[in-house]
Nanobody, 124 residues
């Protein structure tokens, strides 16, 4: 079992930045792709960003392209989500997850382990 713990969320004004971190409890997570998803109040959980096992390939949702960047540090078993130029519509609970495979995927069912989520609130 892999445990994932998110940190770095909080309240920020529109236009500001936050960096989310997700630490995995076991090194087995370093051989798998990882991703970030979010769920806003009253909405379905949606894909935000994903990175493959060695950080060589990334993909982000169109809604955050040019503003969010996903990276990982395999030595620390940690994945990051740098969020810049935040907008009120970015307000959501953000979840990190570990994929069942090494390649990037945006499909939620491809992810096996999930963190508990962390709140990000962007005020206007």
């Amino acid at each position: 079992q892999v445990q994932l713990v998110e940190s770095g969320g909080g309240l920020v004004q529109a236009g500001g930045s936050l960096r989310l971190s997700c630490a995995a409890s076991r090194r087995t997570a370093s051989n798998n792709a990882m991703g970030w998803f979010r769920q806003a109040p009253g909405k379905e959980r949606e894909f935000v960003a994903a990175i493959d096992w060695n950080g060589g390939t990334t993909t982000v949702a169109n809604s955050v392209k040019g503003r969010f960047t996903i990276t990982r540090d395999r030595a620390k078993d940690t994945v990051y989500l740098q969020m810049n130029s935040l907008k009120p519509e970015d307000t959501a609970i953000y979840y990190c997850a570990t994929s069942r495979s090494a390649a990037v995927t945006i499909t939620q069912s491809s992810y096996r382990y999930w963190g508990q989520g962390i709140q990000v609130t962007v005020s206007s």
